[in-house]
């Protein structure tokens, strides 16, 4: 019971940078702000179909009550983070542009909390999985997957270990680390939930080698858990070199495994699970309190404001409300960005909601938001040295901007993670990123549009067919 669980590891993937890591706030405690005179909540803050509304403009709403019904088996359900009445049910723009229902709540700021909202009985890996969608949880590293879908990988591959992403290797971002540092009792009790319903023998905890505190806090966690429960719960810390993306999905499987994800596979295709952090932090907590999310942990930071820190708000939550809720700003802001620098996205409307997804909000002034001037490519080959996937960057920016889709397939324009090292590298200050997102919809676009004809071909032949049979 004595022995360490801390075990460093080298760097085994390809490329990665070293941005400068901004980690301002990491000293900064959890300060919840309640003072908000109304929340806005998506109904389609997932990946995958939108929730049915289940309230209308007068009713009374209180915390956890549901307002979204998950009918499509990738959806999760929609509840309210706040008591008080509807003022609205209507589409709104989101954050990343698209129209998306939304729910419209002014507080009547005594977050009453609904009564359905108890403590689940579990009995089962089903019961376990019908809970987490229950709660409303998606992927809170950002990726907004739902949870209960990772939990039922497809027979046959069913994972060997629990992989638990800490390593947040975004610049400025905080807000998994306070997480550590303030509930890590909570983060080992959902691990040890999902060990135990969805029967992984081991886990994991990769945390980057420049957090040694929040390492130390989660082996004490655990030695406890030794010395309390007189078993191993077979948990062990692994210590990461820091380099951005270390914590993307597949170079965290990388390097705490030694496996490879192939092309277009997913973490269970090598009998992997992967959740981050915060994630678990919440099933450990919803296990006590049956309040589903409706809270989101953020980190403030940016040249523009007053007081950078970590905040807990209410999702829907307005962002220009928190950002005053927190202390306002010394100089009008020219970019407000959503996640983290590096795979963040900058707003042009800033008066939406929180959503589940976001782990930070970063405000720059006119200096930090100034964008270079895109010059030709020299052909350095920076962005290729730098790609944590193997692909050329370059490549793909040249085949999105001729839009040629043959080309996009070709470079492999699907297997970018977004990770945003490419643009950071290079030297002629090219748009690669957003060049192959842009790539990326002309692929799927292309892709839809030659499925769409051959199901209409498919419908012809049957047709006639038919026809020919009746003749």
């Not at 008080?84 to 998306?100: K, L, N, Q, R, W």
Request: hydrophobic share 35%; net charge positive; charged share 25%.
């Amino acid at each position: 019971m004595g022995r360490r669980s801390i075990l460093s590891i080298n760097h085994p993937f390809p490329g990665g940078v070293h941005p400068k890591g901004n980690k301002n706030t990491h000293d900064f405690p959890s300060i919840r702000l309640d003072d908000f005179s109304s929340v806005e909540i998506l109904l389609q803050q997932h990946v995958g179909p939108p929730c049915v509304c289940v309230v209308k403009k007068g009713d009374h709403v209180d915390v956890g009550q549901l307002l979204g019904r998950a009918d499509h088996p990738m959806s999760v359900p929609v509840h309210a983070s706040v008591s008080g009445e509807v003022t609205d049910v209507s589409f709104v723009i989101s954050a990343t542009g698209a129209p998306v229902e939304a729910v419209t709540i002014a507080s009547d700021r005594k977050f009453t909390v609904d009564p359905s909202c108890i403590q689940p009985t579990i009995s089962s890996s089903e019961d376990f999985i019908k809970m987490v969608r229950s709660a409303g949880l998606v992927g809170l590293g950002g990726a907004t997957f739902p949870v209960h879908i990772k939990l039922s990988p497809p027979k046959g591959s069913e994972p060997d270990v629990l992989l638990v992403n800490a390593a947040e290797c975004e610049p400025y971002i905080t807000s998994d680390y306070r997480q550590i540092c303030e509930h890590p009792d909570e983060i080992i009790d959902g691990i040890i939930a999902v060990m135990k319903w969805i029967a992984i023998p081991r886990a994991v905890i990769g945390v980057e080698n420049n957090k040694p505190l929040a390492a130390g806090i989660l082996e004490h966690e655990i030695t406890k858990r030794r010395l309390d429960t007189k078993a191993d719960p077979n948990i062990t810390v692994k210590s990461l070199k820091t380099i951005y993306p270390q914590g993307a999905e597949k170079m965290l499987i990388y390097a705490l495994t030694s496996r490879k994800v192939p092309p277009g596979k997913l973490p269970h295709d090598v009998k992997v699970l992967v959740m981050n952090v915060s994630t678990l932090r919440f099933i450990g907590k919803y296990m006590k309190n049956g309040i589903p999310l409706v809270r989101k942990r953020i980190t403030l930071d940016g040249s523009a404001l007053n007081t950078p820190g970590n905040v807990n708000v209410p999702v829907g939550a307005r962002i220009p409300d928190v950002i005053a809720a927190s202390g306002g700003t010394k100089e009008e802001p020219s970019k407000i960005i959503m996640g983290g620098a590096m795979m963040g996205f900058a707003l042009d409307r800033i008066d939406c909601g929180i959503i589940k997804a976001n782990n930070a909000i970063l405000v720059f002034g006119s200096k930090e938001a100034k964008v270079p001037p895109e010059s030709p490519c020299i052909h350095c080959g920076r962005c290729v040295d730098v790609c944590p996937m193997n692909l050329m960057p370059t490549g793909i920016d040249q085949a999105a901007r001729r839009q040629d889709t043959d080309g996009l397939e070709q470079f492999y324009v699907l297997d970018c993670i977004e990770c945003g090292c490419c643009t950071y590298s290079c030297p002629a200050k090219r748009y690669l990123t957003q060049s192959i997102r842009n790539g990326k919809t002309l692929v799927r676009a292309e892709r839809t549009r030659v499925l769409q004809e051959q199901k209409l071909r498919d419908a012809e032949t049957m047709h006639r067919a038919e026809k020919e049979e009746r003749a």
